[in-house]
Structure formats: structure tokens, C-alpha cells
């Protein structure tokens, strides 16, 4: 397998096409799965805010005064209001914000960012990022994988990871297969889109580097079920349940 960085792409501004940008430097084949970073997806895409422009209501400014409290740091209950426009439901208020972001993933501040946005103040997760895969995986004739980063629970370090996708399953599901042992494997299921997403992050890397769409080649499915369950459903993810329980000590 093969993993390398479009060259060469500009700074990316709304209403660019993004498909065009990559054909117009690299000869994709069919079967390459084309990962691109949500904060490009989203400067096309137009996901850009001024703080001038937000008023932070009530629940926003009680956010920001009680995460101050509790971290000794100045928080602006404006980005404390966009985050929560940004999320479907706040999982932890403190000692930092902890969302659910309207297409089901879960992460910090609604995944939206502060760094690399040259003309605004805040850039914002694509409002449908599996949507946003599909368009392009129809333009460019491949797989496409949208990526973000994030943290881990239990483990130091960010990770890629894929927040969309499309013209691949997000999972390779092993259940009902054997091992090298004859045993039936009961709860492998792979999260391929993650593990791409990964990869292409090892490329891309983070900071200044401008290489935000990395391609996989020569990857392969393989002959097994799949699946596009990605983003655990409340009922049963036993965290979750648990982090709603549980209120940080004042």
C-alpha cells in the first residue's frame, strides 16, 4: 500500500472545487481512496465565523463563567455559543467542552478550530461531512474520506481519524470469519475509514505543512461484510452514559 500527499494545493477559499484542484495534480486510479482534511472541506465550503458576529445567550455565558471558574483562564462566552450551535448535545461542561456535533462525533469544542483560518476567527466542522465525501467521491471517480483529528481517552497524543465518507464501507466486519486457529472471531469489527484516516495524517501532519489531501493507494477491502456504523448510538455506549453522570468537582 501506497500513501502519499497531493502536492502544491493552495490555500483553499469558499467556493473553490476541490475536486478540480486535486486532478489537476495527481492521476487517481479507480480504486484510490482519497482522504481530505475537514478544515479544507470546510474553507470551501464556506464553514467560516467572526466572534464579531455571535451573541452569546444565556446558557453560553453560564458555560464560560462556570469552564473560568473551574480553569483559572478567561473563556469568551461567544465561542462558548457557537460551540453549542455547533453540537446536539453537551456531554461535559467542565473542565472542558466535550459535544456531540449534529452527524454524531464526539469531540472537543465541536471540532471547530482556531488555527489556519487566515481571514476569520473561527472555522467550523463541515455541517454534513459524509455528504461533503459523497460530492467529491462522485467528482473525482473514488472512494473519499473525510478527516479530522482528535484526541484519545486513556492515551496522550491526536490521532486522524474520518468524521465522513464515501464509496467504501467504514467498516470491515470479521465477525463469522475464523482465525488462524479454526475459532469463530465473535466482535472484530475494523474501523477501516479511521485506520486510512490515520494514515493519511502520518503524511499530511499538522501545523503549516499544507498537504490537507493524501492519497491511499493500493489498499484493500477484502472479500468481507461491511458496515457504516461508525459513531456508537447512546443506548449502547456505557462512557457516554457514564460522562453524563458524572459532574467535575468545583
Not at 484516516?197 to 490537507?212: D, H, I, K, Y
Amino acid at each position: 500500500m501506497e500513501v502519499f500527499a497531493v502536492p502544491d494545493l493552495p490555500e483553499i477559499r469558499a467556493g473553490d472545487d476541490l475536486a478540480s484542484l486535486v486532478e489537476e495534480r495527481v492521476e487517481l486510479r479507480a480504486d484510490d481512496v482519497v482522504c481530505v482534511a475537514s478544515t479544507v472541506v470546510s474553507k470551501a465550503e464556506g464553514r467560516t465565523m467572526d466572534l464579531a458576529d455571535v451573541t452569546a445567550g444565556e446558557r453560553a455565558r453560564a458555560v464560560a463563567e462556570r469552564l473560568e471558574a473551574v480553569t483559572g483562564e478567561a473563556k469568551d462566552p461567544r465561542f462558548a455559543q457557537v460551540v453549542l450551535e455547533e453540537s446536539s448535545a453537551l456531554l461535559l461542561e467542565a473542565p472542558f467542552l466535550l459535544t456531540q456535533t449534529r452527524f454524531g462525533h464526539v469531540t472537543v469544542n465541536a471540532g471547530i478550530d482556531r488555527s489556519n483560518v487566515p481571514e476569520a476567527d473561527l472555522l467550523l466542522l463541515p455541517e454534513d461531512p459524509t455528504a461533503s465525501a459523497r460530492a467529491l467521491s462522485e467528482s473525482l471517480g473514488t472512494p473519499v474520506v473525510v478527516t479530522d483529528t482528535c484526541g484519545r481517552p486513556f492515551r496522550h497524543g491526536q490521532r486522524g481519524v474520518a468524521i465522513g465518507w464515501a464509496g467504501l464501507p467504514a467498516s470491515r466486519d470479521w465477525r463469522g470469519e475464523r482465525d488462524r486457529d479454526g475459532r469463530e472471531l465473535g466482535v472484530t469489527v475494523e474501523a477501516v475509514v479511521d485506520e486510512l484516516a490515520a494514515a493519511a495524517n502520518l503524511v499530511s501532519g499538522e501545523g503549516s505543512g499544507g498537504t490537507p489531501v493524501v492519497v491511499v493507494r493500493d489498499f484493500d477491502f477484502g472479500d468481507h461484510a461491511g458496515s457504516d456504523a461508525l459513531f456508537r448510538a447512546r443506548e449502547d455506549d456505557l462512557v457516554r452514559q457514564a460522562l453524563e453522570e458524572w459532574e467535575f468537582p468545583s
